[in-house]
């Protein structure tokens, strides 16, 4: 099963909607043959193994990290068929499938077959790799990576908002390899005007994640970097605070637009939004308002903050979490699962948000 989830990570993320599986094909305890989910539309991990055997599976047990699919609502034809016709007799199972399509569906198919099935093998593992799908499948929603880089007295910025660079090149070079995992990047208008930034991985193989900009009035200007795709922009602007002639300048570039109503962004309505675009995963990079909003709405799954040692000061530099909102300190918001490690001379902090 260790062998079955390292293949599973060699997709890279980039398996998006679907989630990244691994699958072992062990006989007279040897192993011979394997394979992975590499993306959507091609074969499911379980297939590619039995495919990759040069010998009669009669007998021979599966291991793989996520139960096998037993639905025609796909691309693909269900594994469990593959499976069965194949004569593997033994299926070890590393977790269920949260898809209500499947959810424990495959696995009674298998059995009725007179399948031996083992579920729950290295099951927190599994769990931790396809994270973002495990929310994506529940709830429609994308799962959400909050990310801020500050300082050891919270700051992420000066007065004049300067920000370059707080944080130091290895962590910077972590942080384009999140992009690259995620669907999208989550950003407001003022972290644009401020930066121009191009929000890309920059790591060699890797994946430019989609950008969602906030953007109500369109006060970016067309030139700076976000509105010029490739990668591809989604403008989240006002129905009523946006020209037909800014508009048609947006959708002549590719930018596809998504109007709100109201006098803010709901970023729960907003998810759901991206959600119903299959988009599984999405980190924030904004500012202290975004940062704020993203925490108050309770759209936060994660957290990745990276605390340089310097201390900029003053009341007027920008915190790292700012809004008018406050919490009391029994009313506050919990991390848990922390974990710590030094990037160059920061420290990376990674937790996840106490939900309830």
Known sequence: MKRALYLAKKANWRTSPNPMVGAVIVKNGKIIAEGYHKKAGLPHAEVEAIMKAKEHLNGATLYVTLEPCCHRDKKTPPCTDAIIKSGIKRVVIAMKDPNPKVSGKGIEILKSHGIEVIEGIFEEDARKLNEFYIKYITTKTPFVILKIAMTLDGKIATPSGESKWITSEESRKLVHLMRSRVDAILTAYGTVLKDNPMFTSRIKNGK???????????????????????????????????SDDKLKLLNDRGIETIFFSSEKVDLKWLMKELGKREITSLMIEGGSSLNSYALWDGVVDKLMIFVAPKIIGGSNSYPSIGGKFYKNLNEAFEVRDLKIKRISGDIFIEGYLKKG
């Open 208 to 242: 430019n994640p989609l950008r969602v900009i906030i953007d109500p009035e369109l006060k970016i200007p067309l030139n700076y970097h976000v509105y010029n795709p490739p990668p591809a922009t989604i403008a989240v602007v006002h129905e009523r605070k946006l």
